[in-house]
């Protein structure tokens, strides 16, 4: 027996397909079981990175970062295979992202992103590959009898991860794994490759397992009952202990050393909480602060005109120190940049007469907002503070509240994107949850129960912001009584709770945009809806 293991193919909630994990009962669990640390390997994607990253680090584990994707087979374009990358260092994260990126980019059928095998070239350093067991292309070569395509199969992965590549184990239960298991373990030994062991972890608990088959038939569109749906899952795709795999694995005791091997390889420290700004252009033989104060006095001086009233010398002064007293402490903390950036593209919206609001939220209180046109709000007029906005003793990102109308908000985003280049400026993606009404409508459906009576249910469910099916219990007597008198309703409201708030989507906010210093993927993967509009992650 081993005294570890560490899980290294792990899917998230973020994998929007498949997966019950959520984040925080993940490292519950991992420390629970006095494991050293966990892979999270999400479909093609970083969603669930920095809240894994947070959570790994404060609860002393040891986070691993990862990606499971979907190949093409360049001899049969409907043939794919899956290859597990996993990130041993800031080298790594850089060409995952990239990877990721490109399948999202140029790598989208029917929906699913997926890579090429030659993308790698030149972008695996860094990266620690996995063959994805029976479901790689090396396992279906060798479950085929197709010795010598695992032959130059094994060359190809071993000229893009020399030392880093390993055959991949499962013992789940699922189809075919035996059959690979023998091939795979003698194909090794001839090769001197090195095996790991996964679980293909989809759940935290085995009783979560049909919870979790209901999630993939809600996201396939599918019943439990459809004789035709592939089940691809079983239940044995939990978060087993130490202890359990390697009462798996006791034949093939180096499968479980190496996933500890394996996680000694893999070191990354990201960094989280900095800002990093675009360059706005500043006129020659000026400095960027220079430039901010020279136009936000002269901005100053131009409001004075505008007012209705004329303002004495001792007023005018009275708004000249706190215009200096502000440019002092936004200078001084570094976001120069960004009131000039956010200056620019409100001031080329008004010019093409795009309907800008005056101002929302704590930023109206900075009178140099009001002063550059950002807000048309006079803080001083109105007794608002600047520090509600800024204040150096909280350092953080400031943030301005800005309304534009959706008949002319696309045209800012595509200035936006002209002015800063298309690969530096991105949407934000956003993610739709199962809430409490429609989670009730998709169990009710993949069980096979009627549309009356889910409709019917969920319209129990009072109407309001937050509402969760276990307020709506505790609130709603007569629905209590349903539920407990009636075993179909039962039925679908003990699963909607296990359900209830899991990622189910994601989708693109209407105005959040991010602004790169150099390209998006410098720092993020890029997600690309199929139509091809591309969104950052919400990092």
């Not at 293991?5 to 984040?23: A, G, K, M």
């Not at 519950?28 to 892979?39: D, L, S």
């Not at 998709?442 to 129990?460: E, H």
């Amino acid at each position: 027996m081993t005294e570890s293991f560490v899980h290294l193919r792990l899917r998230t909630e973020y994998s929007l397909e498949d997966s019950l994990v959520r984040i925080k009962p993940l490292i519950k669990n991992v420390v629970q079981q006095n494991m050293p640390a966990v892979a999270v390997t999400d479909f093609t994607n970083f969603f669930a990175l920095v809240k894994f990253y947070k959570e790994a680090e404060a609860a002393g584990v040891k986070a691993i970062l990862g990606a499971d994707l979907r190949v093409i087979n360049p001899n049969n374009v409907g043939e794919t295979s899956h290859l597990l990358l996993l990130v041993q260092n800031i080298i790594g994260y850089k060409n995952l992202t990239e990877i990721i990126s490109l399948a999202y980019k140029d790598g989208q059928r029917q929906g699913k992103p997926y890579i090429k095998l030659d993308w790698l070239n030149g972008r695996s350093e860094g990266l620690i590959a996995l063959s994805g067991g029976v479901n790689g292309s090396l396992g279906q070569a060798l479950i085929s009898g197709r010795s010598d395509d695992a032959d130059k199969l094994l060359k190809e992965f071993e000229s893009f991860f020399p030392n880093r590549f390993y055959i991949e184990l499962q013992r789940t239960g699922r189809y075919g794994e035996d059959q690979y298991i023998t091939a795979a373990i003698s194909f090794a030994q001839r090769h001197k490759k090195p095996v790991v062991a996964t679980n293909d972890v989809v759940f935290i608990d085995a009783s979560e397992f049909e919870a979790h088959e209901a999630r993939v038939c809600i996201h396939e569109g599918r019943t439990l009952g459809d004789p035709r749906r592939d089940k691809r899952y079983s239940n044995q795709q939990y978060l087993r202990s130490t202890e359990e795999m390697s009462t798996l694995f006791e034949d093939i005791p180096e499968a479980i050393v190496n996933t500890v091997e394996i996680a000694k390889r893999c070191t990354i420290e990201l960094q989280l909480g900095q800002s990093f700004l675009p360059e706005f252009p500043i006129p020659e033989k000026m400095t960027p602060s220079e430039y901010f104060m020279h136009i936000s006095e002269q901005g100053l001086e131009n409001r004075f005109s505008s007012f209705s009233s004329i303002l004495s010398v001792r007023d005018k002064n009275l708004y000249r120190e706190r215009l200096k007293a502000e440019l002092k402490i936004i200078i001084e903390m570094g976001f120069t940049g960004y009131f000039l950036i956010v200056m620019d593209f409100i001031r080329w919206a008004k010019d093409e007469k795009i309907p800008v609001g005056p101002g929302r939220g704590s930023g109206a209180g900075s009178l140099v907002a009001f002063a550059l046109k950002i807000t048309d709000i006079d803080p001083i007029m109105y007794d608002l503070l600047f520090e509600r906005f800024l204040n150096p003793e909280r350092v953080s990102m400031p943030d301005f509240d800005i309304d534009f109308c959706m008949d002319g908000r696309d045209r800012v985003i595509a200035y936006v994107a002209d002015r800063y280049g298309h690969d530096s400026v991105s949407q934000i993606v956003t993610f739709g949850t199962m809430a409490a009404r429609a989670v009730v409508r998709d169990v009710a459906r993949v069980q096979g129960k009627s549309y009356s009576l889910a409709d019917r249910l969920s319209k129990m469910i009072p109407f309001e912001v937050g509402m969760t099916l276990e307020r709506a219990y505790t609130q709603e007597k007569i629905l209590r009584e349903w539920i407990e008198e009636d075993s179909d309703i039962e039925e679908i409201w003990s699963l909607a709770l296990k359900l209830e708030g899991i990622i189910r989507n994601c989708g693109k906010h209407a105005g959040g945009v991010v602004i790169a210093p150099t390209k998006i993927i410098d720092f993020s993967p890029i997600y690309c809806d199929e139509g091809g509009g591309c969104q950052s992650y919400s990092f």
